[in-house]
């Protein structure tokens, strides 16, 4: 944890603002790992603003950037072919399962319902949210 948190903070081991281009860079990227380890890694920033009392604003940054990844990933999600069916389907040999992306049934549909969202909408909650200071 130590290692994500030294990507964040700055020599004066005050917070260092997110990077600029990382809304557009998640928009951009297809590989799930990489959308998995950005969430993963705002989440734990998110925590330890948390119980570092470092502010509100570095939690809700840390909680807008792992909403990101977790709308990228389901959209990615939705057009995976998965591995299923019964033993004699074809599908049950191609494909990829959930459990071989370290992603449980729960998020992966969370994250499908996040994105199937109008962007509109969901930046919109996100505006709203900052503004009642959630």
Known sequence: ?????TDVENS???LAPWPGNLRSSLAT???LGK???VR???EAVRQYAKSAARGLEM???AAEVKLRAERRAGAILATMRMRGGDRKSNARRTGVTLEELGISQNQSTRWQLLAKRPERD????LQLQR???C
């Open 59 to 61: 939690q809700n940054d």
């Open 40 to 42: 993963d890694k705002a």
């Open 122 to 125: 969901f930046e919109a909650h």
């Open 1 to 5: 944890m130590k290692e994500m948190i």
């Open 29 to 31: 990227m297809d590989d």
């Open 35 to 37: 959308i998995k380890d």
């Open 12 to 14: 004066s081991g005050a």
């Open 131 to 133: 503004q009642r200071g």
